[in-house]
Nanobody, 115 residues
Framework: QVQLVESGGGLVRPRGSLRLFCAHS????????MGWYREAPGKERELVAR???????NYSDFVKDRFTIWRDFAKNTVSLQMTNLKPEDTAIYYC?????????WGQGTQVTVSA
């Protein structure tokens, strides 16, 4: 069964940190690049960071040097460490393959950055 479950979001003050977790099931995710995406109110969903099967990592310019992505093949997880958070990072965060499987988005996890 293909499933994506995100967790770890919450309310944090500017310059704070959060760590997001994604548990995935389904063999397709073990042979695909994985990414963290976010969708802010009124905006389109966008790719935040991705990690390939070989471990190559790419970050969007707006999170570079603040976020860190990694994956654990043994646990079938993809994690995202977020530091120096800004109000504009407020969004629902999702994980999925890159490119994403459009029929298998999880529920996401809400990240709110506010004083």
């Amino acid at each position: 069964q293909v499933q994506l479950v995100e967790s770890g979001g919450g309310l944090v003050r500017p310059r704070g940190s959060l760590r997001l977790f994604c548990a995935h099931s389904g063999s397709i995710f073990t042979v695909a690049a994985m990414g963290w995406y976010r969708e802010a109110p009124g905006k389109e969903r966008e790719l935040v960071a991705r990690v390939s099967v070989e471990g190559r990592i790419n970050y969007s310019d707006f999170v570079k040097d603040r976020f860190t992505i990694w994956r654990d093949f043994a646990k079938n997880t993809v994690s995202l460490q977020m530091t120096n958070l800004k109000p504009e990072d407020t969004a629902i965060y999702y994980c999925n393959s890159d490119p994403p499987l459009s029929n298998f988005w999880g529920q996401g996890t809400q990240v709110t950055v506010s004083a």
